[in-house]
């Protein structure tokens, strides 16, 4: 049988079936499909605007290193006028992510960006090994998550910059989407599929990986030779999410167009007046000036556990634990730097070097 040409440009051979749309295309029509949807996706949602300053948050993994690869790409290509910066955050897990911050700051040199590295050992004095040492592995994701935001958006502050960018992609977001209605989590439901967060105080965030297949982003990384790290967390135990992704692969397997209409399923959600009234009103954390909907930020409330030696308390009965606690903390308890936004403030960045 003689070879397929590409649906696209009709002259190269087609290589490719693209996971989105099932199309069989050339390895260059791919590229340039691949950049041109997300391109739309940052143009339809006016992500930017000449000047901005963006962080873009790096792990080392494929969703991040195709993310900053592409900003880059397309910030040249269409003259978005953009300062960009890697963002990565250490958690301090020996064996995988000293292994892939080896991996960004290749990719600091390889796209001549400056690098930020914020470590939770130095902003929370906690690596999540001994994190882990403490509470174990059930419920180490909460630390991690909720650590990982405020650090992010601390990094982001020290960056002076004005918006952070995430590799969430189409299958993060979809397979968010089925939690969040497994859990009857319904003001989550609402904010998840938002492109773009930002309330008074925090650092807008954005996800222009939103209708990106996580399949075409691996086969984007793959046929670039793109620089990334590909092992899991050696902690990484969320049972429930992975019955959520389990579910949406068997489904994308059936439809490929599931993981969309999952996405347009819960854009099209409304949240009802009295769940929005239920939301807590936000404020700033008492002890360390972070966003808050309690006194204490969440961060303060975890490390307060861990400081105590009952981090497990400090996430299954937070409330217990913030109300025996007082803003003020005991001397002797580690605390986190307060915290203070300076938009446009000289960044503490490495430069890259040349290799
Ligand atoms: Fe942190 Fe859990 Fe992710 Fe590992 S799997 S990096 S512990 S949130
Ligand atoms: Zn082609
Ligand atoms: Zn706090």
């Not at 962080?55 to 080392?60: D, L």
């Not at 992510?97 to 040199?109: A, F, Y």
């Amino acid at each position: 049988m003689p070879p397929k040409p590409c649906a696209l440009c009709h002259t190269e051979r087609a290589i490719i079936k693209r996971p989105k749309t099932g199309q069989q295309i050339c390895k260059d029509c791919f590229f340039r499909v691949f950049e041109t949807e997300v391109h739309n996706t940052i143009v339809d949602s006016k992500l930017f605007k000449p000047g901005d300053r963006v962080a873009i948050g790096a792990s080392g993994g494929k969703d991040s290193t195709v993310l900053a690869y592409v900003m880059k790409t397309l910030n040249d290509r269409y003259d978005y006028g953009l300062e960009l910066f890697l963002l990565s955050i250490d958690e301090g897990i020996t064996g995988y992510r000293d292994d892939s911050l080896e991996t960004v700051k290749r990719n600091q040199v390889q796209y001549g960006l400056p690098l930020k590295i914020l470590s939770y050992d130095e902003l929370y004095g906690w690596t999540m090994d001994a994190v882990v040492a403490q509470v174990g592995r059930k419920n180490n994701c909460t630390f991690c998550g909720v650590f990982r935001r405020q650090a992010l958006d601390r990094g982001a502050a020290a960056l002076g910059v004005d918006h952070i960018v995430t590799g969430h992609n189409a299958d993060d977001i979809a397979e968010t989407v089925l939690m969040n209605i497994m859990r009857g989590d319904i003001a989550r439901l609402g904010r998840c599929t938002l492109i773009c967060t930002q309330s008074e105080d925090t650092i807008k965030r954005s996800k222009p990986f939103k209708y990106a297949y996580e399949k075409e982003i691996v086969m984007y990384a793959y046929f670039k030779k793109l620089d990334y790290f590909s092992t899991e967390c050696i902690y990484a135990p969320d049972a429930y999410r992975g019955h959520a992704r389990a579910f949406l692969k068997s489904l994308e397997a059936a439809r490929p167009s599931a993981i969309i209409d999952i996405i347009h399923s819960g854009e099209a959600f409304e949240v009802a007046e009295q769940v929005q009234q239920g939301m807590k009103a936000q404020q700033t954390c008492k002890r360390c000036g972070y966003i808050s909907s309690n006194d204490l930020c969440k961060a303060c409330t975890l490390l307060e556990g861990l400081e105590r030696g009952l981090g497990s308390l400090a996430v299954k009965d937070s409330k217990k634990l913030e109300s025996d606690s007082t803003t003020a903390p005991d001397a002797s308890m580690r605390t986190i730097p307060f915290f203070q936004r300076t938009p446009g403030a000289a960044a503490a960045v490495e430069e890259p070097t040349p290799a």
